[in-house]
Every structure is written in structure tokens, then in C-alpha cells.
């Protein structure tokens, strides 16, 4: 059955990495192929800044390769990682800033826990033909909003990288079967708050959390 699901729109990545990358905890990835659809809730992420971010692979500017991340917000960067595995990432801020969020784990319906990037690219059938897809339109990916929320959000440092390793910007569901990686330290744990008005604008985390994404202002933005 196809998914009924409220797309995320294109709003909802308009904000710097560290704020899309929690509000993403919780969603559905939706993969289509040849009249099939599998859903999985997204349970791990992690957030890369772009030019200030030493591990950002738009950390040296623009390049073809980087495009995609300094365009529109809710496009699909993939790329392959140590020649091994596919990585999926949503670029996000305004087109001609950088950010992305990757993917490292979710959960699918059953019980199947994709745990790690490469895994749950693997198991989803996403490549290089699936880079620079539009993820805010229902399509062969993109992802949706079931209305579920997840009670408390942990944070800690990111993983599997050697530069600015020790930045806060990895966002999980603390104690998911599916999470990835080695036991790392948690910094701090985030309650998810109750949804709020889209008009009001001092708690953006919220707002971006609950679907109800406005842009950043530029003065409240952390540059990339």
C-alpha cells in the first residue's frame, strides 16, 4: 500500500544541519521500486556544517562534487564512502550555503534494523543513480511524517571520522536496537516538546521537530 504519509516540505530543511538533523529522529524514509514501497523510521543522524565544519565534505567550498549541498534544501547527496559503501545525506539551508545531515540508521516494519549508512543504503536499493533527488516529493525517495514522536532525543559526539570528531552533532534514539556504531558517550539528552504555533519563532528546534519549519533568520544562523 502506498504511503498516505505527509511528505516533509522543502521548509522543513530550510534551517542549519544541527537543528534538521534531530528533527529528522522519527521520520519515515520511503524507497519505491517497480511497484514496491518500504518504509523506514529514521532512529540516528548525524549533522556536517559545511565550510566551518573541518569533516564537511563542503568544507573546501564549492566543487561538482558538492553541488548538491550548496543548492536547494531536501536534495539527496550520496556519495560512496571508502569505496565500499553508498552514504545518504540531505543537503540543508538556503541555495549557496552548505549543510547536510547523513543517515546512519533506521528501523523497518518487522523488526529489520538498517544500522550504519552503508546498511541501510544497501538494504534500500540507493545508489549513485538516486544523487540529487528531490526528497521533499513523493517519488522513487523522499521522506514523510506519520504523526509519530519519539519521547527524548540523545546527544553525543559524531563517529566513523577523524577531523572534528568531538562536535555534538550526532542525534539518536538512545537505547534503539538499530543505532550504529561503538557505545559512544552521551552529552545530553533533549526532551521533544509539545508542538507549537508555525508563526512563533523563538523555539525553532521545536517547530522543525513537530513539521512546523520556518527559515532560520540570518541573524539567528550559525554560517556554515
Same mark, same amino acid.
Given at each position: 500500500?502506498?504511503? +498516505?504519509?505527509?511528505?516533509? $516540505? *522543502?521548509?522543513?530543511? @530550510? ?5 534538521? %538533523?534531530?528533527?529528522? =529522529? ?22 556536517y556544517l559545511g565550510r566551518g565544519d573541518a569533516a564537511a565534505h563542503? +568544507?573546501?567550498?564549492?566543487? $561538482? *562534487?558538492?553541488?548538491? @549541498? ?5 536534495? %539527496?547527496?550520496?556519495? =560512496? ?42 538494504? @534500500? ?9 528531490? =526528497? ?17 532525543i540523545a546527544v553525543s559526539a559524531r563517529i566513523g571520522i577523524t ?62
Open positions: 500500500m502506498a504511503c +498516505a504519509c505527509r511528505p516533509l $516540505p *522543502r521548509r522543513f530543511f @530550510l534551517p542549519s544541519p544541527e537543528v534538521v %538533523a534531530p528533527a529528522l =529522529l522519527g521520520k519515515l524514509l520511503v524507497r519505491r521500486r517497480g511497484g514496491d514501497e518500504v518504509r523506514a523510521r529514521i532512529v540516528e543522524t548525524e549533522a563542503a +568544507a573546501r567550498g564549492l566543487t $561538482p *562534487r558538492t553541488a548538491v @549541498l550548496f543548492g536547494e534544501p531536501g536534495r %539527496a547527496y550520496i556519495y =560512496l564512502a571508502y569505496g565500499l559503501h553508498w552514504c545518504l545525506n540531505v543537503s540543508t539551508l538556503p541555495a549557496g550555503e552548505a549543510g547536510g545531515v547523513l543517515l546512519r540508521a533506521a528501523a523497518m516494519d518487522g523488526g529489520l534494523n538498517l544500522s550504519g549508512p552503508g546498511r541501510l543504503t544497501r538494504q @534500500l536499493g540507493i545508489g549513485a543513480s538516486l544523487n540529487r533527488c528531490d =526528497l521533499t516529493r513523493p517519488g522513487a525517495l523522499f521522506f514523510a511524517d506519520d504523526g509519530w514522536r519519539p519521547e527524548a577531523q572534528a570528531a568531538e562536535l555534538p552533532y550526532r542525534y539518536f534514539l538512545e537505547g534503539h536496537a538499530a543505532v550504529s556504531g561503538r557505545r559512544q558517550a552521551v552529552i545530553t539528552r533533549r526532551p521533544a516538546p509539545s508542538p507549537i504555533a508555525p508563526g512563533a519563532r523563538g523555539r525553532i528546534y521545536s517547530e522543525i521537530l513537530h513539521g512546523n519549519g520556518t527559515r532560520i533568520p540570518h541573524s539567528r544562523r550559525r554560517r556554515p
